[in-house]
């Protein structure tokens, strides 16, 4: 084989199912090889959003997202797609092209230090320089990718390199098992959750994995904790059940952080600091438990008192074995959590105006989509509203970025997403600033044939930073623009596309839309002047039950 051959036997041997990208001249031979791989290509219409579905797919998977580009500029574009996956703890592999490294006749064209530039930003950054040695580069990339924290990595493959013979074979994919906590800080954690009065369980990121979400259920069931999730730890349990209180969607001042304020030991699981923070720790009585795979980063907001480190599944499981406490109803939190459902996520009822406001819109998809759906967020003002009011009953039901928070990933995230799950419902919900930055994405969902809903929240602004500025006192200034015709945006694509002109309209559409094939794309203005009346007047005058 050459090394490009090579290189694909050896994701195929690693069981890579797709890779995501734009390929260039310098990949001709690696793409000849893929072109009779079991690997599916799918093209995407600009490098970034093909990071963003390659880092979906590792975060969706637990597997590492493989995606490509060429070198000089295709590899630039990656630079977001990367930082994303490093901040999001999504495993994933980059592959870039360059020119020759032995021979070239073209001098310094298009070439800069790809390797150098990405080492800050990933696990492990390298370029090939003989084919014999691919094999090992890819099993210890795909190695690192996964472990804990997982995150991307990258390959750079020259011409030459690609194009050199070599009669080694790809290596055994090999399994490793995590470290386990000692039993000595098991059960000094379960002594001090024993004697806590409010103990209260908060779940990040890393707790959504499949056996971490059956240890967490045990244990909720086993002890009566009441619990909440950081953004993106959102459907780690149904948050359905009578002990959640929802999501900590702001940092401080909800309703949740009355809760938050009167525990006295939080049980953090999963958590990444990298995440907006859900809570302040302060110099007070609250005592925090830190289980993760690693030990925690501290810092003046988070200083644990207490750590568990090792396998998150594991830890729980023997923490529910050591507990020995009644399942007795937190009368306080119980009141919290009546208290969260009346002004959450029943406030929508009174929500009749037109344009709608984001309680009526995320109330309106959360009535029309089931439980198996995934809704796929882009970053904006609506994010705090669906992270707040909806409310997650499966991992990775609503896919949203609380750690590098780019805007430009919710649309592709969807589509990978539904390559992923083609028998499950996809709705992406992007802002108009979000939404344009990756829409020409819309003739790669059109191309695969993919049955998609976007739904497109208008305001013709930055509408976030416009309620930052506002908050601050600042004049509205620098921060407005204008939109194309959606409708007539989409129907050149190819998809079908819809403009919301009256209070209800949303719900009757998406349920439409949702029982058609292909790709639509839904207008809905948004009025945010509830950013105001809810997260300045209503929370600022709020007070927490006694």
Not at 2 to 31: D, H, M, Q, Y
Not at 122 to 143: C, E, W
Not at 235 to 241: L, M, Q, R
Not at 414 to 422: F, N, V
């Amino acid at each position: 084989m050459n090394g490009a051959e090579l290189l694909v036997k050896s994701l195929e041997n690693e069981g890579v199912e797709l890779i995501f990208g734009i390929p260039g001249e310098e990949n001709l031979a690696f793409l000849e090889a893929l072109r009779t791989s079991s690997i599916r290509l799918i093209i995407t219409r600009h490098e970034q959003a093909a990071g963003f579905m390659a880092a979906t797919y590792g975060r969706m998977t637990g597997k590492p997202g493989v995606c490509l580009s060429t070198l000089g500029p295709g590899a630039t574009n990656f630079v977001t797609a990367v930082s994303y996956a490093l901040l999001g703890g999504m495993p994933v592999l980059f592959i870039t092209g360059q020119k020759p490294i032995k021979k070239s006749k073209q001098g310094r064209f298009q070439i800069i230090n790809v390797v150098r530039m990405l080492e800050p930003l990933t696990k492990f950054s390298k370029q090939v320089v003989n084919a014999g040695t691919i094999p090992s580069l890819v099993r210890d990339t795909f190695r690192l990718a996964v472990e804990e924290k997982p995150g991307p990595v990258h390959l750079e493959l020259p011409e030459d390199i690609a194009a050199e013979e070599t009669e080694a074979q790809p290596m055994p994919v090999t399994h490793r098992f995590r470290p386990l906590a000692p039993q000595k800080a098991i059960d000094r954690a379960a002594r001090i959750i024993e004697k806590a009065k409010y103990p209260l369980l908060v779940l990040g990121s890393a707790a959504k994995r499949r056996a971490i979400c059956r240890a967490v259920n045990g244990l909720i069931h086993e002890s009566g904790l009441y619990f909440f999730t950081t953004q993106m730890g959102k459907g780690t349990v149904d948050e359905h059940s009578d002990q959640s209180l929802g999501t900590a969607a702001l940092s401080e001042h909800d309703y949740l952080h009355c809760a938050i304020d009167r525990a006295d030991v939080i049980i953090n699981v999963g958590h990444d600091v990298v995440e907006k923070p859900p809570f302040f720790m302060n110099q007070g009585p609250m005592q925090v438990i830190h289980i993760n795979y690693a030990p925690a980063d501290i810092d003046e907001i988070y200083f644990p008192q207490h750590e568990i480190t090792g396998d998150i599944a594991d830890s729980l499981t023997r923490l529910s074995q050591s507990l020995h406490m009644e399942q007795t109803t937190n009368d306080y939190f119980k009141r919290i959590r009546q208290e969260i459902d009346t002004q959450v996520f029943s406030s929508h009822c009174s929500h009749v105006n037109f344009p709608n406001t984001p309680q009526r819109i995320v109330s309106d998809i959360k009535d029309t989509v089931d439980d198996e759906s995934i809704i796929s967020l882009d970053n904006g003002m609506y994010k705090i509203w669906f992270a707040r009011n909806f409310k997650a009953t499966l991992p990775y039901s609503l896919l949203l970025d609380n750690a590098l928070a780019t805007m430009g990933a919710g649309f592709p995230a969807a589509i990978a997403a539904k390559l992923i799950h083609p028998e499950r419902q996809v709705i992406a919900v992007c802002g108009d600033g979000g939404f344009m930055m990756n829409s020409q994405e819309m003739e790669t969902a059109i191309r695969l044939e993919l049955d998609l809903v976007v739904i497109v929240l208008r305001d013709n602004g930055y509408g976030m930073i416009k309620w930052k500025q506002a908050g601050m006192g600042l004049p509205n200034f620098g921060l407005d623009f204008k939109n194309p015709d959606f409708i007539q945006y989409a129907t050149s694509y190819g998809a079908k596309g819809y403009r919301i002109t009256r209070n209800g309209e949303l719900h009757e559409t998406l349920n439409h839309c949702m029982n058609q094939p292909g790709l639509h794309l839904i207008e809905v203005p948004v009025d945010y002047s509830e950013n105001e009346k809810v997260f300045f007047q209503e929370l600022r005058n709020k007070t927490c039950l006694l």
